[in-house]
């Protein structure tokens, strides 16, 4: 069993550090501050080739692997989780759904812009009474000569503002429940398409999250993903994918806040010793390195077996849920290593603390993950 990556996954992870740490960082707190989107560091990124690091070099990708790209997201989620979420959506949920189940002509179509960073991409799944229960999808598409007439209503959509398209999913055949679901490529200057603003949220203040509309939305019959009915397959084949790029971007969150808290520990004084030197804080580093290391281990595995086209899912539920609950433990010990100066703005624990919630809700709750875990191995259990 070899950990040790390979040349390839080095260098994409150093060139994903200089980065962040060049012209990542510097901005991150004012951007949250000011809630601005960066859509500079969003074309540099694809400059860069971050956004095709794993796609076919076909399509304008580096034909790279899913283990290099996981380390990409939690370098730019260590320097900005706002950046970072908007990579992995844009990356595991935007493009690749695309990349996975569409044809030649439309991946020739979607994914070079995307990949180049001229537009991003979005995946619309949940909807105001379609969250954890994702079949129970509300919005319909009938066909109509050569064209597909959406309309509905998604919520909470990434990237949303700033999209080229939306792979949304709708209902084609009613009463079929979650084998009657398909998904569609829908342009966002498509007629009776609608972006609403953007919505206020407690963290990732510098990601785009929106509402979307669908009212008579005309799209061509071609672009209909797949065959009538995958729609349900599709979206959770793409979200095991996703599951493993917001367990990178968890860890990445979880380093910058250890990272933090262990510079604050080397340096505070109280009772006339730095407070590092006091076990009670040890103990709490300890736990964050240890739990940091665990996670990321976890990610890369799943994102290995990726690679090699063998089963993940459970793996894919394993690494996001560890990995999202490691990184608000860490998040939230390293305010209490901080005491008053964590809860306040001079310190970027309190934005650490913020952002990181997000990972127990996105790509699927802790308590679905759970779910998928358990019906895994108890299936393998009867088997």
């Known amino acids: 069993m070899n950990f040790d990556l390979t040349e390839e996954q080095a260098a994409i992870r150093r060139m994903a550090r200089e980065f962040a740490e060049a012209e990542v960082a510097p901005g991150a707190a004012e951007r949250d501050e000011k809630h601005l989107f960066p859509l500079d560091l969003v074309r540099r990124m694809g400059e860069l080739g971050f956004f095709g690091i794993p796609f076919a070099e076909a399509y304008g990708g580096l034909g790279g692997d899913y283990v290099s790209y996981a380390l990409a997201v939690e370098e730019i989620a260590r320097a900005d989780a706002g950046l970072g979420l908007t990579y992995a959506a844009h990356v595991s949920i935007g493009l690749g759904p695309v990349y996975s189940f569409g044809t030649e002509e439309q991946k020739q179509r979607w994914l070079p812009g995307g990949i180049r960073g001229e537009y991003l991409a979005s995946f619309g799944l949940t ?9 129970a999808t509300r919005t319909t598409a009938e066909r109509d000569g050569d064209h597909w007439v959406l309309n509905g209503q998604k919520q909470f959509i990434t990237n949303a503002g700033y999209a080229g398209y939306v792979v949304c999913t709708a209902v084609t055949e009613k009463g079929k429940g979650h084998r009657g679901i398909s998904n569609f490529i829908v342009p966002t200057d498509a007629p009776g398409f609608r972006v609403g603003p953007p ?22 019959a071609e672009n209909l993903l797949g065959r009538p009915g995958e729609g349900f397959k599709q979206f959770m084949a793409t979200l095991d994918g996703g599951r493993i790029s917001i367990g990178a971007f968890c ?32 103990f709490k580093l300890a736990d ?26 459970r793996e894919a539920a394993m690494a996001k849920l560890f990995a999202s609950e490691m990184a608000t433990r860490a998040a939230s010990q390293a ?44 299936g393998e259990q009867e088997g």
Request: charged letters at 30%.
């Open 127 to 135: 909807e105001p009474q379609a969250g954890s229960d994702a079949a």
């Open 199 to 220: 919505l206020k949220k407690l963290g990732l203040h510098s990601s785009d999250t929106r509402p979307l509309y669908f009212d008579d939305c005309r799209v061509p």
């Open 288 to 313: 964050m390195a240890m739990e940091i290391e665990l996670a990321r281990t976890q990610v890369l595995k799943a994102a290995w077996l990726k690679d090699q086209g063998r089963p993940y899912t």
């Open 335 to 378: 305010v209490q290593i901080h005491g008053g100066y964590g809860y306040v703005r001079d310190y970027p624990v309190e934005r650490y603390y913020r952002d990181v919630k997000l990972g127990e809700i996105g790509e699927g709750t802790s308590e679905i993950q759970r779910l998928v875990i358990a019906r895994h191995i108890l």
């Open 251 to 282: 860890v990445g969150i979880a380093r910058a806040a250890y990272e933090a808290a262990l510079r604050y520990a080397k340096e505070r004084e109280q009772f006339g010793r730095r407070i590092g030197e006091f076990q009670a804080i040890q």
